[in-house]
């Protein structure tokens, strides 16, 4: 008799999943009002998993729910912004630093095979296609750090900076920094270098931040980037 686990998952939980990729893709954006109504007759619920798949997405700072208003959709604004990549970049780096010291040969081939991906849609200028396997790439690096701590705290702020991350890539120039700063990422990986990996990461988290404050500061040019 087999005695792996029977994976069961709750209903709320896929509703929460179908909720946070609709905010995730901008179907619901930031301000929007939650139209629970709405949404049970297109999943066919009722409003009690609803509710508590509200109650997951508000733990995740992805919506706000008023009392006697209803749930909105929140945004993340710059100020939250520099408070939350200077963290990120130190949880980021030392989940790289962890995977050099951990990894194996297999390890790093994982690494190679999304890195080669980055470069063909960086050279197709495919930025949709460029920022999920950009996703994936810093997943991965979290999982092969193989600290459930490091990689249960980075997930909670990558949820919230998921909503911003693809963003940055709409700034003229932005994607070819983004696969160099990737580039001197896997040469530090090839070279076993812990510490330079660990630079190089937080390096590129604050190219980030940087490039979001570039488009808070010409509203003008980044709205028009947006498709």
């Not at 729910?65 to 945004?75: A, T």
């Not at 930025?127 to 600290?147: C, G, I, K, P």
Request: aromatic share 6%; proline share 3%.
């Amino acid at each position: 008799m087999s005695s792996e686990p029977i994976q069961r998952r709750a209903l709320y939980q896929q509703v929460a999943d179908r909720l946070r990729k609709r905010i995730y893709d901008h179907q619901l954006r930031a301000g929007d009002a939650v139209d629970e109504r709405a949404l049970c007759r297109t999943f066919g619920i009722s409003r009690t998993p609803l509710r508590e798949a509200l109650k997951v997405l508000h733990s995740e700072g992805l919506v706000e729910l008023v009392p006697n208003r209803g749930c909105f959709v929140k945004g993340v604004d710059l100020d939250e912004l520099r408070d939350l990549f200077p963290v990120m970049a130190v949880l980021e780096g030392l989940c790289a630093r962890e995977a050099v010291q951990r990894g194996t040969a297999e390890d790093l081939q994982r690494l190679e095979e999304l890195h080669e991906r980055l470069e063909r849609y960086a050279a197709a200028g495919d930025t949709d296609a460029y920022y999920e396997d950009n996703f994936r790439f810093h997943q991965l690096v979290q999982e092969l750090s193989r600290n459930r701590w490091l990689q249960r705290v980075s997930t909670d702020l990558r949820k919230i900076l998921r909503l911003v991350r693809h963003t940055q890539l709409l700034v003229d120039g932005r994607l070819q920094r983004s696969l160099e700063e990737h580039r001197r990422i896997m040469e530090a990986f090839r070279a076993h270098d812990a510490d330079a990996v660990e630079q190089c990461v937080k390096e590129h988290l604050s190219a980030q931040l940087r490039a979001l404050e570039q488009m808070e500061s010409a509203p003008e040019s980044s709205a028009s980037a947006h498709p």
